[in-house]
């Protein structure tokens, strides 16, 4: 197409006064315009109408894709670490049978009373009290309160809590008072110790 044959194909056409009424005469020129603007603008609505949804649908199983990468890492490292798993819980499950072995059954409780009985009195100790308590029950254990009042001299009472410490059952002090009371001191102690909850 040379100059002239462009300039009739747009001979006649006012950009300014365009009027869609008189679409049909206008130039052959600014019809082909008119016709490849519309048919861009229907092709442009066609892709975004079809491909809106795909993409959307890409994007999910983009960001699906990216969470089970991050799970496969997650679960490739436990499966790496499962040995060293697997002794850390046999290391707990042999401690923990060990502490078990280190809590009184009910049937040990009154020996465990006499133990700190005969310590007190080897430690030259006057026994008061030793008496059980009433039983807290905590989350898969129980707690067993005594009360422990005894009479003597410092390094008596030294000697005797070095000796509950000795125990092998785990017995705990807490809550202790030492008074004077009759020329000696009166110690007053609360010692607790524990049982597993069978019912656990």
């Given at each position: ?91 707990v ?15 040990e409780?009154p ?50 809590v ?39």
């Amino acid at each position: 197409m040379n100059a002239d044959s462009f300039k009739n194909a747009f001979k006649g056409f006012d950009p300014n006064n365009l009027d869609l009424s008189t679409a049909g005469n206008w130039p052959i020129g600014v019809k082909l315009i008119a016709y490849l603007l519309v048919f861009g603008a229907l092709v442009a609505a066609g892709i975004n109408y079809y491909t809106v949804d795909k993409y959307r649908a890409l994007e999910h199983e983009m960001r699906k894709e990216l969470e089970l990468k991050q799970l496969y890492e997650a679960k490739s490292f436990q499966v790496a670490n499962l040995p060293a798993l697997r002794q850390q819980m046999m290391d707990v499950e042999e401690r923990f049978a060990e502490l078990l072995k280190q809590l009184p059954t009910d049937k040990e409780v009154p020996g465990l009373l006499d133990d700190i009985t005969n310590i007190g009195r080897e430690s030259g100790l006057q026994i008061e009290e030793i008496a059980l308590g009433e039983e807290r029950k905590a989350e898969f254990y129980v707690e067993l309160p005594i009360n422990i009042k005894v009479r003597g001299n410092y390094h008596e009472m030294g000697e005797f809590v070095s000796g509950i410490a000795a125990i092998p059952r785990i017995v705990t002090l807490h809550d202790f008072s030492i008074v004077p009371s009759s020329g000696k001191l009166l110690m007053t102690i609360d010692a607790r110790t524990y049982r597993y909850d069978d019912e656990y």
